[in-house]
């Protein structure tokens, strides 16, 4: 029986997506083979990379995506289906194996964004990819709009944040730097960063600033109030996730 789930525009809108998706891991690869990020201690450090090494990273991913998508052609052949139901399979797990592990990244970015228990819920999302797997064999058009679904419930917002994480943390230094740039000056921290510039305005909202005695702390959050990113002199960088 035809599975109405499926047909070759529905095929050409999930190769479409996958490639949005493969354009998103380059832009993985790209961002963790240039900024070297410590995620116990929150630092983070522009390293300027070789063109060439970056090119050849990229290269590689490229090359696993194409082998990925070989290995799809061939498990899709072996399925006991009519050829364009074969097709369509092929179409799900390429977009499956692409798709699962910007989840998987974004499920472990969450820790650092909205927090420990949401993490979990997200790497928990990322199983139900298994039950899609089951029902692509029988229609592998319903198991693409599923994975479509779940996609775009974690994908989306999971990088909004991580770049609002990015820049929060970049912008941490610079406040963290002039708090001791005063201190050399006047012999003491800032009371407060009415003398600080913030060079990304948009993330000056998500800080505040403490100083008692002869100490200030610095705490910010990502996507929500109930984590908390610090630095204090005697602590270094910290971080509390939920």
Not at 116 to 136: G, K, P, Q, R
Request: one cysteine or more.
């Amino acid at each position: 029986m035809k599975s109405p789930w499926m047909s070759p525009n529905l095929n050409g809108v999930v190769l479409f997506v996958s490639i949005l998706l493969l354009g998103v891991l380059v832009g993985v690869v790209f961002f963790s083979t240039t900024w070297i990020v410590d995620w116990q201690t929150g630092q983070i450090e522009k390293q300027n990379l070789p063109a060439g090494m970056i090119a050849v990273l990229i290269g590689l991913l490229l090359l696993i995506v194409l082998l990925l998508y070989v290995f799809s052609m061939r498990i899709g052949l072996m399925l006991p289906t009519k050829k364009k139901e074969a097709g369509g399979f092929v179409c799900y797990l390429f977009f499956g194996l692409v798709a699962v592990p910007v989840e998987l990244f974004c499920a472990r970015l969450a820790y650092h964004t909205l927090g420990e228990v949401t993490s979990d819920l997200y790497f928990m999302a990322v199983w139900l990819n298994l039950i899609f797997l089951v029902v692509a064999i029988r229609s592998p058009g319903f198991a693409s709009i599923l994975t479509f679904l779940l996609a775009g419930l974690i994908l989306p917002y999971q990088l909004y944040l991580g770049d609002r994480l990015r820049r929060l943390q970049t912008e941490a230094g610079r406040i963290v730097a002039y708090a001791y740039e005063v201190r050399l000056k006047e012999q003491q921290f800032p009371p407060d960063l009415s003398g600080y510039k913030y060079e990304d305005e948009t993330v000056e909202k998500f800080f505040s600033y403490n100083k008692s005695e002869d100490t200030f702390q610095l705490t910010w959050y990502v996507g929500t109030k109930s984590t908390s990113h610090w630095y204090n002199p005697k602590q270094g960088w910290c971080y509390y996730p939920d």
